[in-house]
């Protein structure tokens, strides 16, 4: 489970084996959510209102480097670190 980023006690993982749709693992301590890589909603599980708003920013500035993330997963290659949220 390769982790991709981590800002403000956040981790991203992004899963090899994975089922569709293009998606990441975003971890805040005991919640976790699914987070659709083209429309940013939560597709399962829950994040506080503080830190949904987080990796959605996050994720709205480096959506192309996740798809390509998602594309390096179903290839099992390894993937590239994204910078975090400042």
Avoid: C, N
């Amino acid at each position: 489970m390769p982790k991709i980023s981590e800002f403000f006690g956040i981790a991203i993982y992004m899963y090899y084996r994975e089922h569709q749709p293009p998606h990441f693992h975003a971890i805040y301590g005991d919640e976790e959510a699914l987070i659709a890589i083209d429309t940013l909603a939560v597709i399962a599980g829950r994040l506080s209102p503080r830190a949904i708003g987080l990796v959605s920013e996050w994720a709205s500035l480096h959506k192309d480097e996740l798809l390509e993330d998602w594309r390096l997963a179903e290839s099992r290659m390894p993937l590239a670190r994204i910078e975090p949220l400042r």
